[in-house]
């Protein structure tokens, strides 16, 4: 099924050319990468698709057909920002962990703040309600259990639960993670990103996804 979400994607550079890496995907230019050292390729598995970036709005699903409608409305509502606007964002005091202890997802964490807050409301709610689906609806078509009740509710309306109060700005750098050594992945982790201490959002961009597995690609970059 056809998809679309509203990603942060940085401009190619060193962090950009890292975080690809450890996803395994170039989103930018539309092909795969060879992990770093010491990080297996099977720890992108599930992050391979979507590149390196940061969710503005998750991906729904909707027809191919209203994608010029979802452009244009993006298109005209970031119109209503000024440009004097500064979408920054800082990293948490230890940037790199894993969700949960035990958990098998590993991601670079942003400290949230206002400005950012409000585009990911606005976008949320004018745009991400326009989808048909997602694969978090998918999930709790056949389990309910999965998420709780204020989450689930948040499915029936977003299509997602980590809308509103449950939005954590952060880029994907693992998952799934299958090993035992959390402690030195995240370690290594933070090494590698030990230069990154906040980021400007300076652009957004419409993204695509054919089908189920396919590679997500940009089908339009909208400056901020």
């Known amino acids: 099924m056809f998809k679309f979400g509203i990603y942060y994607i940085p401009k190619e550079g060193k962090f950009y050319n890292l ?4 996803v395994g995907y170039d ?16 720890w992108n598995e599930n992050a391979r698709e979507y590149g390196f970036h940061l969710t503005l709005t998750d991906a729904v699903y909707i027809n191919e057909d209203k ?7 993006l298109s005209m509502t970031l119109e209503l920002f000024s440009k004097a606007n500064k979408y920054l964002l800082e990293v948490e005091n230890k940037p790199v962990t894993f969700w949960k202890k035990g958990g098998d997802q590993a991601a670079l964490k942003f400290k949230l703040n ?6 990911h ?18 999930i709790t078509s056949k389990n309910t ?33 299958n090993g035992q050594d959390y402690k030195k992945i995240e370690d290594n982790l933070n090494k590698i990103f030990k230069g990154i201490k906040s980021i400007n959002i300076e652009s957004l961009c419409l993204v695509t996804q054919n089908g189920p597995g396919q590679p997500f690609k940009i089908y339009r970059e909208f400056n901020l």
């Not at 975080?19 to 450890?22: D, F, P, R, V």
Request: aromatic residues 10%; charged residues 25%; glycine residues 4%.
């Open 19 to 22: 975080g690809s890496k450890l």
């Open 27 to 42: 989103i930018r230019n539309e092909k795969l990468t060879t992990p770093l050292d010491n990080f297996k390729d099977a």
């Open 67 to 73: 994608l010029k409608e979802i452009e244009n409305t």
């Open 114 to 119: 206002s400005s950012v807050m409000m585009l």
């Open 121 to 138: 409301c606005v976008l949320a709610s004018l745009l991400q309600t326009k989808g048909n689906g997602s694969s978090y609806s998918d």
């Open 145 to 177: 259990r999965e998420f709780t009740l204020d989450m689930n509710r948040k499915i029936k309306r977003f299509w997602s639960p980590y809308v509103l109060d449950e939005f954590r700005p952060h880029f994907t750098l693992i998952n799934p993670y």
